[in-house]
């Protein structure tokens, strides 16, 4: 009786391990997919900020405020990524969690040779809080920070130095303040505000970027 029970629980966590292994599989597809979408919005990002770039310095004619726009594009796909990263940290814990509390030790049992299932793998109970409860393990605004330090920094850094340049290339003899205050105006805005307003979004967007290290335990960076 003894050696068919033993024989059951051993068919039973056999079982159990294909259906974890067929489930790590999987998630690590999910994981996959998730990824490629980040890659691809920070694509689109790059290719839309790269053409608007290019239309602004095509020739003196066209105008800075398709440089002003290039930031709202920025931070657009900046939105639709975040919300994007929050679903991929929380399929690259459940990834992590597998490797680590049932994986490792399932290679471990393996290397060590041992006949026994007394040290079997676990189930960290982490991966099934997040199964039930479903909510990443950051919120949108650590979402935000995270992929603006990775990526869309440089992209606003980047049109706001261009910005810049366009602005004061033909200033002739101008003092730099004074032909942003005649070159920057938009409509009935004023150049000087105009400028207040880029410059403070760009350090903004620097001091988000810097906060992320307060998250960087709970965020995954890819």
Same mark, same amino acid.
């Given at each position: 009786?003894?050696?068919?029970?033993?024989?059951?629980?051993?068919? #039973?966590?056999?079982?159990?391990?294909?259906?974890?292994?067929?489930? %790590?599989?999987?998630?690590?597809?999910?994981?996959?997919?998730?990824?490629?979408?980040?890659?691809?919005?920070?694509?689109?990002?790059?290719?839309?900020?790269?053409?608007?770039?290019?239309?602004?310095?095509?020739?003196?004619?066209?105008?800075?405020?398709?440089?002003? *726009?290039?930031? %709202?594009?920025?931070?657009? %796909?900046?939105?639709?990524?975040?919300?994007?990263?929050?679903?991929?940290?929380? &399929?690259?814990?459940?990834?992590?969690?597998?490797?680590?509390?049932?994986?490792?030790?399932?290679?471990?049992?393996?290397?060590?040779?041992?006949?026994?299932?007394?040290?079997?793998?676990?189930?960290?109970?982490?991966?099934?809080?997040?199964?039930?409860?479903?909510?990443?393990?950051?919120?949108?605004?650590? *979402?935000?920070?995270?992929?603006?330090?990775?990526?869309?920094?440089?992209?606003?850094?980047?049109?706001?130095?261009?910005?810049?340049?366009?602005?004061?290339?033909?200033? *002739?003899?101008?003092?730099?303040?004074?032909?942003?205050?005649?070159?920057?105006?938009?409509?009935?805005?004023?150049?000087?505000?105009? %400028?207040?307003?880029? #410059?403070? #979004?760009?350090?903004? *967007? &620097?001091? &988000?970027?810097?906060?992320?290290?307060?998250?960087?335990?709970? #965020?995954?960076?890819?």
């Amino acid at each position: 009786m003894d050696d068919l029970s033993t024989k059951h629980q051993l068919e #039973t966590t056999n079982h159990i391990q294909t259906f974890v292994i067929h489930y %790590f599989r999987a998630e690590v597809g999910r994981e996959t997919a998730w990824h490629h979408r980040l890659d691809v919005t920070f694509d689109w990002a790059v290719v839309a900020t790269g053409g608007m770039i290019s239309f602004a310095l095509s020739g003196p004619e066209a105008s800075h405020m398709i440089l002003l *726009a290039a930031v %709202f594009v920025i931070l657009f %796909f900046l939105n639709i990524e975040a919300r994007r990263y929050r679903v991929y940290t929380k &399929l690259k814990n459940r990834v992590q969690q597998l490797e680590e509390s049932y994986i490792a030790p399932l290679f471990n049992h393996i290397a060590t040779e041992q006949q026994t299932i007394n040290d079997r793998p676990h189930i960290d109970p982490k991966l099934i809080n997040s199964m039930i409860d479903h909510e990443p393990p950051i919120n949108h605004l650590e *979402a935000v920070a995270t992929r603006m330090r990775s990526n869309y920094i440089y992209l606003i850094g980047v049109t706001y130095i261009v910005w810049l340049i366009k602005i004061l290339n033909n200033r *002739a003899g101008q003092l730099w303040w004074e032909a942003i205050q005649q070159q920057a105006q938009v409509a009935e805005v004023s150049g000087a505000l105009i %400028f207040l307003l880029f #410059t403070a #979004t760009m350090i903004s *967007a &620097l001091i &988000l970027s810097l906060s992320v290290t307060q998250f960087s335990k709970k #965020t995954i960076t890819s």
